[in-house]
């Protein structure tokens, strides 16, 4: 299909850092050949040249590209390049102008040939989303509005659908008969770095918990899809996020927050959150649901730990001290998946220690490439495929869900750079960095 790809706010960072390189690597693999435009626009003024020098592409490359300043004029300008039968257009743009953009481009004869890829954040609150929402279908078709999570796109949080709904011997045990409760923990070792603005408006709850995670949850807990296909998977994700509820939650903030450069020295923004939820459907009922994720940690890593429930105290758990079975996922940045068996201890007695099985990709696909999540989604997006996106729905569930939690104005409780709260709201934790050498 001839696909012309128009990247607003070129000049930005995410454009020549993550979606230029992506498209280079596409054109590279063949997915985009010479039929294909590639235009950058933006307020600034750039001559061809000028734009294709901001990215380090291949030269065949740079020749199907293009820049246009201002969204005026860009439909002609397109459409002097020849007849496409697909427009995707990417907001690189400051979340603030989504919904006056998408007006620009249907003004300017953006039609249904088009597809909208919009960037996170979708929305500030419930309200806002909604409102967004509205403003981008008010012009475009829902179908034709691509929400990007990238998080959907790591080759582990795909392989999470793979392993639950291609293997017979999981689905039987996934429910609260056998699960006695899930773990999502996402722990990052850098602080705010040059994102203190954005940062101090946002905490972590909204910039990783209320979608990246929330996601992942979805994925991991969802009734089986009727087909394989994105409106299928979808819906089944947004009906868990509806029965979805939050029950607790604890904030804290790194004692050094407040005085990094571009951060208010009052601000109450969290950097750590721990929330407990539950899933009020016949699958989960029962299963307490912990995630938690922060900043200035002493490690980066991000997990979700499945528990199984304790054997009776019986057979070889007469002192009720065997450990459960466990499945960890380990998201980032090692892939892998790694069960926890009890086995007996070669010798004449009947000792039992914990062992692990794993799956880790460096050892299985070692040799191939994993593709880097933007080069996936602008991939899908070429192909008009909306598995690996965010519906409305789903958006808006999520900041709704989330209301209570991101409206929580009070100062947090203090936590040392490195430390993780020790009252993360009282619950036993999976230790998850003990799983750490595995699959690295
Ligand atoms: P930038 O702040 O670098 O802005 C991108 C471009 O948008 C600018 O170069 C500018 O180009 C244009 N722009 C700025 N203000 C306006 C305005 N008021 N009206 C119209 N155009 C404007 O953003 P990023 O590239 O970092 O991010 C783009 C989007 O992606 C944001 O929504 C961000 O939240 C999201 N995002 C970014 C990530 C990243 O790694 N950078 C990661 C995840 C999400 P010009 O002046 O030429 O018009």
Request: hydrophobic share 35%; proline share 4%; with cysteine.
């Amino acid at each position: 299909m001839k696909t012309a790809i128009i990247i607003l706010g070129a000049s930005g960072d995410l454009a020549k850092r993550k979606l230029i390189p992506a498209l280079d690597r596409l054109f590279a693999r063949g997915n985009i050949d010479t039929t294909s435009l590639i235009v950058g626009s933006g307020r600034t003024p750039l001559s061809h040249d000028e734009f294709r020098g901001e990215s380090d592409c291949c030269k065949p490359f740079q020749e199907i590209m293009f820049y246009h300043q201002g969204i005026s004029g860009l439909k002609t300008y397109v459409d002097s390049h020849g007849e496409f039968e697909r427009i995707v257009i990417f907001m690189a743009l400051p979340p603030k102008v989504y919904g006056s953009t998408a007006k620009e481009l249907h003004a300017e004869g953006f039609g249904d040939e088009t597809i909208l890829v919009v960037e996170k954040p979708f929305g500030y609150d419930f309200e806002s989303a909604v409102k967004l929402n509205s403003e981008l279908t008010a012009e475009f078709d829902e179908s034709q509005i691509f929400r990007i999570d990238h998080y959907l796109a790591k080759e582990a949080v795909q392989n999470m659908l793979v392993f639950r709904f291609a293997n017979t011997i999981f689905e039987p045990v996934w429910n609260s008969h056998y699960i006695e409760s899930i773990q999502v923990n996402c722990f990052e070792d850098l602080g705010v770095e040059g994102r203190a603005q954005y940062f101090d408006t946002s905490g972590i709850v909204r910039d990783m918990v209320q979608n990246h995670l929330i996601q992942l949850l979805a994925l991991l807990t969802m009734e089986p899809p009727t087909s394989l296909s994105a409106d299928s998977i979808r819906h089944q994700k947004r009906n868990v996020l509806e029965q979805l509820e939050v029950v607790d939650w604890c904030r804290y903030q790194c004692e050094e927050y407040r005085s990094e450069k571009g951060i208010d020295p009052q601000s109450n923004t969290e950097t750590f959150a721990s929330i407990e939820l539950k899933i009020n459907n016949l699958r989960w009922a029962g299963v307490p649901i912990h995630i938690r994720a922060g900043k200035y940690m002493n490690r980066k890593g991000t997990e979700i730990g499945v528990k199984f429930r304790k054997l009776p105290s019986i057979l070889f758990n007469q002192n009720g001290d065997l450990a459960e079975n466990r499945i960890i996922f380990k998201i980032q940045p090692a892939e892998g998946i790694i069960i926890d068996l009890s086995s007996k201890v070669p010798g004449a007695d009947q000792k039992i220690t914990g062992t692990t099985m794993k799956f880790c990709y460096s050892d299985h696909f070692g040799g191939s490439e994993i593709p880097e999540a933007y080069t996936k989604l602008l991939l899908d997006a070429i192909r008009a495929d909306k598995t690996l996106f965010v519906s409305a729905e789903e958006s808006e569930l999520s900041w709704q869900k989330f209301s209570e939690v991101i409206n929580d104005k009070s100062e947090p409780k203090f936590h040392k750079r490195g430390e993780v709260p020790a009252d993360s709201c009282s619950i036993e934790w999976i230790d998850f960095e003990s799983y750490g050498s595995i699959c690295e």
